[in-house]
T-cell receptor
């Protein structure tokens, strides 16, 4: 089945620790995105990538890092510099085709700080 | 600053009622507006709207865009408990493939 997978489903982080969230897609999509969702707020863009080996900061990139070494994979690292990491993290991908596209989302990872 | 505002923030109705959700926007170089339904985890795509006045319909759900007044509505008729979800509106602006998201409307359908 084609789709986007995220792992783990739940992740616990200790103070001062870096953690990495996995995102994989087999849709052959060029673009991939990471969003953060907090209660009562819309999705906020952390990073996005339109092509392998290239990525751009979104609105709230501070304290996060990404890599895009393969088309299928776009892991997100939450570093110790992110002081309030507790949130629901959604990965998405899209096929960039001129002016019409939609984003498809993974099931999400909930990150909690111990 | 680009922004998308949804209203109401939450809504509780009884099964069988009709609801209308609103999404207004202020963005530079509007390209499209999208509606998503989010139940427990990932948002699922409902509609993409690019032209004013053309209704998109899928079963009991329909949506329309007004590019002059800068808003869209999502209608759900004969609501069912399975319609309970957060409905998200997002706007694509400019050509950088980013979406600007509203905060969502939490819809609760009581049996």
């Amino acid at each position: 089945d084609g789709g986007i997978t995220q792992s783990p489903k739940y992740l616990f982080r200790k103070e001062g620790q870096n953690v990495t969230l996995s995102c994989e897609q087999n849709l052959n999509h060029d673009a991939m995105y990471w969003y953060r969702q907090d209660p009562g707020q819309g999705l906020r863009l952390i990073y996005y990538s339109q092509i392998v080996n290239d990525f751009q900061k979104g609105d709230i990139a501070e304290g996060y890092s990404v890599s895009r070494e393969k088309k299928e994979s776009f892991p997100l690292t939450v570093t110790s510099a992110q002081k309030n990491p507790t949130a629901f993290y959604l990965c998405a991908s899209s096929r960039v085709v001129t002016s019409t596209w939609t984003q498809y989302f993974g099931p999400g990872t909930r990150l909690l700080v111990l | 600053e680009d922004k998308v505002v949804q209203s109401p923030l939450s809504l509780v109705v009884h099964e069988g009622d009709t609801v209308t959700l609103n999404c207004s926007y202020e963005v530079t170089n509007f390209r499209s507006l999208l509606w998503y339904k989010q139940e427990k985890k990932a948002p699922t795509f409902l509609f993409m709207l690019t032209s004013s006045g053309i209704e998109k319909k899928s079963g009991r759900l329909s949506s329309i865009l007004d590019k002059k007044e800068l808003f869209s509505i999502l209608n759900i008729t004969a609501t069912q408990t399975g319609d309970s979800a957060v409905y998200l509106c997002a706007v694509e602006a400019d050509s950088n493939y980013q979406l600007i998201w509203g905060a969502g409307t939490k819809l609760i359908i009581k049996p």
